[in-house]
Every structure is written in structure tokens, then in C-alpha cells.
């Protein structure tokens, strides 16, 4: 049976892959906003304008000049005269002078001559005339405020969230439902993304047939293409499927040159024979210069990635096996379609710390991918700590239950699917140690 070559490190492989590439050159399109979740922005974007464009008030209360208020207490009070109230979505139409208040609400504009806002609960209504008697006639209404308030307190300044001319989303950036909501905010109805690149996906194999078949004796469901496809969708990019083709050279090398022609990244899921493998091999050294870089990566699952660079293009073959091909598109696939939107393929992955529950074996020189589900522990420590946090009105660090993350492995062959259906995340154990004990704390990659 054929032998791989040289196995290289996945870090050092992916290395290799991205210094054979060209700079990636992402094409911009303009998308309506509401469209735009989980695209990457094309151009930096500027604030047109300031926000908020006038000073507004962030409670319910009412507008005072905050000198007016000082020394102010629920013992010796100071006393405002109320001259109206601020209108919503309108510019008011009082002034307020010394000793003078107005009624405003949330997301009111401050009228002239106001500094802050005293927030509703610490003030009280009363009548007094004009010469200090109560309920006479020709009374003014004033205001009793029991509390201080300082200049701009309860008050969001023009420019405070936004300043006129700032990148608010630099080139490159994730938009996720807080950009879309800031992006409205400005007026940006429609937004430059990034093209999303396409993505080819070819599964090939004697034994493989499409998902709505019944496979016979010796048949399985193409697991591959679907799974991939869906890995690339939430990575930003666009799967366009080939479907399956037979274990015959000039088919493999004929699809794979139209699906490269007509796409910015190539995968091909081989079979699980050795023969299969070297017939994925000497397609992507036909489909352009250099060919093949990397043939074998020193991890576990995945051992038989090909990593390929054609003519600018980068071609990955990753093993028939459903759990080797996965776990090897999150660490090769998803940092290309990532490179090629513009956000580097260092971009950060969600990961999680956690506290592994057993010991895991493993074999030095080689990076172990584990399958883990994430679950929580609770402690008398971690208890004792969530009642401080409480006290003290300070996010956890743990988590929002005070309980710590638990890792458990998941431990199947990599033919089977449903150890990664059943996990939160993936661990990976570095090529420099021989295990991880039970009880350390790991740092887990969520998928």
C-alpha cells in the first residue's frame, strides 16, 4: 500500500498552504442591512454623523441645571420651579434658567440651559404660592429633588456613542445583529460585503450515494458534502455542491478542473481506500502549479489531508471518514474561507475553558483532535464565590450560574458521525505532550 510522505504539523501545513497563495483580492457588493447578518464588510464605514445628534436624557425625571441641585438630600431638599415638559421627537420649547426644571423622558432631547437629569424617584411634587403659602392662589408647581445630581449624569452627550467621521466597522468585520442595529442607527440601509466566496465540494467514492437513497450492501450516505457545505455557510462562504463521483481518474480530474474554474476553494472528500487517496493526490498535481504541498498531517482524526495550491487556488483533500473530514475543515477549511473574506485565517474561534473529567491518552509528536461535551460543576468554592459576586454586583467569571465548565471526551472512531453530533466542542492536545490529566484545565473550541 502506498506510504504517506513527510507527516507535517496542522499549524505548519496550513503555514505552508497560505505562504503558496497569493494575497486574496475580496470582491465588494452592496446588501441590504437586514441582509447582512454573518457578512464581512468590504470597505471601512464611517459615521455620517454624530450620535446621538443632540443630548439626550437615558431616564425618566426631570431636566435641571445640576448646580441647582447640589447639597441636596432627603433631609434638606432643594426646591425647583417646574416651567413644562419636553416633548418626544420634538425640540423643546423652553429654556431652562436657574432654579427652573422641566419634565423629560427617556430618549428626550435636553432642552437649552440643562445639564443633567434627576431621575422620577427622587423627586416629589408640591404646590407652593408664591409667598411660601401652600395651595393658594395664583400657586406654581415646584419640584422637591432629595438627591445631587452631577453636570451630564442620566444624560448621553452629542457624539458620546458615535462621533461624526469615526470608523464605526472597519474593513474586514463580522456583522452580527449589534452591527446591523448600528448600522440603522446611521442610516445605512445598505452596506458593501464582502463577495462570499465559493466554495466547490466534490465527494467521491464507489460505495458513497446521495442521503435521500437506500444504500445497499456495502453502501453509505454521502455525509461529506453536506457537512462541509454547512461548515462553510456559517464560516461566511458559499458551498456549491459537484455531487458524487466514482473512483475513476479522468471523471475526479474532470470535475475537479470545472468546479476550480468556476470557484475561489476546492474540496474533495475521497474514499476511504489508499488507492482513492493517491487518485485525489495526482488530480489536484493536475490542475495546476505547484500541486500538491502537503500529502499527510501528523493529527488525529485526519492524518490523510492533501493540501494543494493550483495556479493561486488553494485544493484540500480530506478523508472519506465523516469526523475526520469535519474536525479537518475547522482546522484547515474554515481559516481559507475566513483568509479569503478578508478577515485573516488567524481569526479568533470561539473557545471555551473547562476542566477535563478523565485522563486522555496520546501519542507525542502527534495533535489530537477529542470531541468533548461541555457540561457544569458546582462547589462549595464556586457557591461561596457566586454568593461574593452577588453581594458585589460583578459578572462572573465562571459563569452566569457560578458553576464551572466540565470537558468530557466523546470517544468514537472517525467513521462515526454522532460523536460530533453529541459535542459542544472540540480539544485539542498539542504534538509536545503525551496526554492530559484529569482534572487540568483545557481550553475548548466550540463547534
Not at 1 to 9: G, T, W, Y
Not at 15 to 30: C, G, H, K, W
Not at 60 to 67: E, K, P, S, T
Not at 310 to 324: F, M, T
Request: with cysteine; proline share 8%; net charge negative.
Amino acid at each position: 500500500m502506498p506510504e504517506f510522505l513527510h507527516l507535517l504539523p496542522p499549524d505548519e501545513a496550513l503555514a505552508l498552504l497560505l505562504r503558496s497563495l497569493p494575497d486574496p483580492r475580496p470582491v465588494a457588493e452592496t446588501v441590504g442591512t437586514l441582509r447582512s447578518l454573518g457578512r464581512v464588510t468590504a470597505a471601512d464605514v464611517r459615521s455620517p454623523h454624530p450620535l446621538p445628534e443632540f443630548p439626550r436624557s437615558t431616564v425618566d425625571g426631570y431636566a435641571v441645571r445640576a448646580a441647582d441641585t447640589f447639597g441636596a438630600s432627603d433631609s434638606l431638599p432643594a426646591y425647583l420651579t417646574l416651567i413644562g415638559e419636553v416633548p418626544m421627537g420634538a425640540a423643546p420649547d423652553l429654556e431652562i434658567a436657574p432654579a427652573q426644571t422641566a419634565v423629560i423622558h427617556t430618549g428626550g432631547m435636553l432642552p437649552p440651559g440643562a445639564d443633567a437629569v434627576v431621575m422620577l424617584e427622587y423627586t416629589q411634587v408640591v404646590n407652593r404660592g408664591e409667598h411660601g403659602e401652600k395651595e393658594s392662589k395664583g400657586s406654581v408647581v415646584e419640584i422637591e429633588v432629595s438627591r445631587a445630581v452631577a453636570n451630564g449624569e442620566n444624560v448621553i452627550r452629542v457624539g458620546e456613542d458615535v462621533a461624526e467621521g469615526q470608523v464605526i466597522l472597519p474593513k474586514g468585520s463580522l456583522i452580527r445583529p449589534a452591527e446591523i442595529g448600528g448600522l440603522m442607527a446611521l442610516g445605512f440601509t445598505r452596506v458593501a460585503a464582502v463577495r462570499r466566496p465559493r466554495v466547490g465540494i466534490i465527494s467521491s467514492g464507489d460505495e458513497v450515494v446521495p442521503p435521500e437513497q437506500r444504500p445497499g450492501a456495502g453502501q453509505v450516505r454521502d455525509i461529506n458534502s453536506y457537512t462541509l457545505a454547512a461548515l462553510v455557510t456559517r464560516t461566511g462562504g458559499e458551498p456549491v455542491l459537484y455531487g458524487i463521483i466514482p473512483d475513476e481518474m479522468d471523471v475526479m480530474k474532470g470535475t475537479a478542473a470545472k468546479a476550480l474554474s468556476e470557484c475561489d476553494l476546492l474540496l474533495i472528500t475521497a474514499g476511504s481506500s489508499a488507492s482513492a487517496r493517491d487518485m485525489t493526490a495526482e488530480a489536484i498535481d493536475a490542475l495546476g502549479e505547484p500541486g500538491v504541498l502537503v500529502h499527510g498531517v501528523n493529527t488525529r482524526p485526519g492524518k490523510p489531508t492533501i493540501l494543494g495550491a493550483c495556479d493561486g487556488k488553494a485544493v484540500i483533500g480530506l478523508p472519506g471518514n465523516p469526523v475526520s473530514a469535519l474536525v479537518n475543515g475547522y482546522v484547515f477549511v474554515a481559516p481559507l474561507v475566513r483568509r479569503l473574506l478578508g478577515q485573516g485565517a488567524e481569526s479568533l474561534r470561539p473557545s471555551v475553558s473547562a476542566r477535563l473529567t478523565v485522563n486522555i491518552p496520546s501519542q507525542a509528536g502527534r495533535e489530537d483532535w477529542i470531541p468533548v461535551r461541555l457540561t457544569t460543576e458546582h462547589t462549595k468554592d464556586t457557591e461561596k464565590k457566586q454568593k461574593e459576586i452577588s453581594a458585589n454586583s460583578v459578572i462572573s467569571v465562571v459563569n452566569s450560574s457560578g458553576a464551572r465548565y466540565l470537558a468530557e471526551p466523546i470517544f468514537g472512531k472517525s467513521n462515526l458521525i454522532f460523536t460530533l453530533v453529541a459535542a459542544d466542542g472540540l480539544l485539542k492536545i498539542p504534538p509536545d505532550a503525551t496526554g492530559l490529566s484529569a482534572g487540568e484545565m483545557v481550553e475548548v473550541m466550540l463547534i
